[in-house]
């Protein structure tokens, strides 16, 4: 089952648009995880270098994802992006405990943002079919996620590569799409 078979059956008002901002660090996923969305190939993916948008019209629903790309030079850029975000994707490779720290610093100024605060936050914990994966308690702990007071989140642990747990994250976001700001 798909993204659009998810939306198709939560669909509430037609011809509703949702946009969805998708982030995270270079080589957490992020067009991976896209693509698994979009039922695309996910044999060759290359790294991001600007962002890659897909949008689709299904009953009624407009989706449009906007992955950006995670590498350091671009992030300063993100907040071109920022504006009429409904939803917000944060991935995170997990078995990349190096770099837990910069991921959550990257996360703690995404959520000073004026522009996306009320925005419902699912984060990818990606990557979970590593043996070196933390997981979701572990990452939620390190990101001190249970401070975040100014929206509603969901962690959810997934792997991008095999798709498992990538449904259930979606299932969780479409159901915030009522509830987010106009």
């Not at 993100?78 to 837990?100: A, Q």
């Not at 959550?104 to 009320?118: N, W």
Request: proline share 3%; net charge neutral.
């Amino acid at each position: 089952m798909g993204l659009l078979a998810v939306l198709r059956r939560l669909k509430t008002t037609p011809d509703q648009e949702v946009r969805i901002l998708l982030l995270g660090l270079d080589n957490a996923g992020k067009t991976t995880l896209l693509k698994q969305l979009a039922s695309e190939d996910i044999n060759h993916i290359t790294p991001t270098q600007g962002f890659n948008i897909k949008s689709v019209q299904s009953q009624g629903f407009k989706l449009n994802v906007w992955d950006i790309g995670g590498q350091r030079k671009i992030r300063p850029y993100w907040r071109n992006y920022f504006e009429n975000t409904d939803l917000l994707i944060y991935v995170i490779d997990s078995g990349d405990r190096k770099r837990f720290e910069e991921t959550a610093e990257e996360l703690g100024e995404l959520l000073e943002e004026e522009k996306l605060a009320m925005i419902p936050m699912l984060i990818f914990a990606n990557k979970q079919d590593l043996m070196t994966a933390a997981s979701p308690a572990e990452l939620a702990e390190g990101l001190h996620l249970h401070t975040i007071r100014d929206r509603i989140w969901q962690i959810q642990a997934c792997s991008a590569l095999t798709g498992e747990g990538v449904q259930d994250g979606m299932v969780w976001l479409c159901k915030c799409i009522p509830t987010r700001r106009k």
